[in-house]
Nanobody, 128 residues
Framework: QLHLVESGGGLVQPGGSLRLSCVLSGDTLEYKTIGWFRQAPGKEREGVSV????????FYADSVQGRFTISRDNAKNTVHLQMNSLNAEDTAVYYCALLYSDYPLRARRLSLTDVERWGQGTQVTVSS
């Protein structure tokens, strides 16, 4: 059975960095569109970043552009989200996801309806 398991969350001070990881089991990550979403307390889940099946294209939400970087290691079936210059507004549960297609990259937006499979989430808290 296919599973996504995130790790790397935790407590970090404003201005700090964290690197989230997501391991896929039960299938190969190759040729899959991958993404990261987050849900802050009291808010709706929102798209953060997506990477194309080939790994050659990426898209970021405006709120994280220039601070977050998505990457993949197909050999290890792993997706990463490097998060720099974190601030309190980045506090949320972060979810990795497999998407149905590369459409979000062409549309330049991420939607919950783009997601085929969710991970269980990892908590990121930015606080001094």
């Amino acid at each position: 059975q296919l599973h996504l398991v995130e790790s790397g969350g935790g407590l970090v001070q404003p201005g700090g960095s964290l690197r989230l990881s997501c391991v896929l089991s039960g299938d190969t990550l190759e040729y899959k569109t991958i993404g990261w979403f987050r849900q802050a307390p009291g808010k709706e889940r929102e798209g953060v970043s997506v990477m194309s099946q080939s790994g050659g294209a990426t898209f970021y939400a405006d709120s994280v552009q220039g601070r977050f970087t998505i990457s993949r290691d197909n050999a290890k079936n792993t997706v990463h989200l490097q998060m720099n210059s974190l601030n309190a507004e980045d506090t949320a549960v972060y979810y990795c996801a497999l998407l149905y297609s590369d459409y979000p990259l062409r549309a330049r937006r991420l939607s919950l309806t783009d997601v085929e499979r969710w991970g269980q989430g990892t908590q990121v808290t930015v606080s001094s």
